[in-house]
């Protein structure tokens, strides 16, 4: 089975700052999918960047950017120039591209923007 | 563009009693739909999902059932209500590959 391991529970970035987010994952499989999803005080999931394994290339989202290390199976979300905006939770989860679509889901960071 | 809906957004029910939590999604046709738990200070759980009408897999055995009368409609019930069952609801849909998920903005469940 798939683990995905989130090792900072709390992170904290001063506004307008630079923050990474770790992740690392485990599995035998070479074909999945990996994202971060944000979930704010309201509680609804969002969406922040989705990344396929097959793909050599970074994915980035404005401010929002991945580094993919597929041998080392890590999966790291870097914010740039934080807004206070960005508070949230955040979740690294993975999907196996053979499945029927069920996200695997780490533990989450809990990021504090500091003014 | 497609949305998702659920209600209600807080319940507060006394241990013993059913559960009914609903899940619509729009602007989309048959989307894959999964129901999530979030206990306090923790990560997701899946506890349903299914690829079309009918079609439910259960992830953990438990308390919970959850049906899909229509496309779009995703159903989470209980007979009976345990104080194990708090916690936060979330429903997602996806569709195609990658199957992407969008989650709706959740239910708060507190069994007392």
């Known amino acids: 089975a798939q683990t995905v391991t989130q090792s900072q529970p709390e992170m904290s970035v001063q506004e307008a700052e630079t923050v990474t987010l770790s992740c690392t994952y485990d599995?035998?499989?070479?074909?999945?999918?990996l994202f971060w999803y944000k979930q704010p005080p309201s509680r609804q999931m969002i969406l922040v960047i989705r990344?396929?394994?097959?793909?050599?290339q970074n994915a980035t989202e404005n401010r929002f950017s991945v580094n993919f290390q597929k041998a080392a199976k890590s999966f790291s979300l870097k914010i740039s120039d934080s807004q206070l905006g960005d508070a949230a939770m955040y979740f690294c989860?993975?999907?196996?591209?053979?499945?029927?679509?069920?996200?695997?889901f780490g533990k989450g960071t809990l990021l504090t923007v500091n003014p | 563009s497609q949305t998702i809906h659920q209600w209600p957004a807080t319940l507060v029910q006394p241990v013993g009693s059913p559960l009914s939590l609903e899940c619509t999604v729009e602007?989309?046709?048959?989307?894959?739909l999964y129901w999530y738990r979030q206990a306090a200070g923790r990560g997701l759980q899946l506890l349903f999902y299914s690829v079309g009408i009918g079609q439910i897999s259960s992830e953990v055995p438990q308390n919970l059932s959850a049906s899909r009368p229509q496309d779009r409609q995703f159903i989470l019930s209980s007979k009976k209500l345990l104080l194990s069952d708090s916690g936060f609801y979330l429903c997602?849909?996806?569709?195609?590959?990658?199957?992407?998920?969008?989650f709706g903005p959740g239910t708060r469940l507190t069994v007392l």
């Open positions: 990344q396929e394994a097959y793909k050599q």
């Open positions: 599995t035998s499989e070479s074909d999945y999918y």
């Open positions: 602007g989309t046709s048959n989307p894959n």
């Open positions: 989860a993975y999907e196996s591209g053979g499945s029927n679509y069920k996200l695997t």
């Open positions: 997602a849909w996806s569709r195609g590959t990658p199957a992407t998920q969008y």
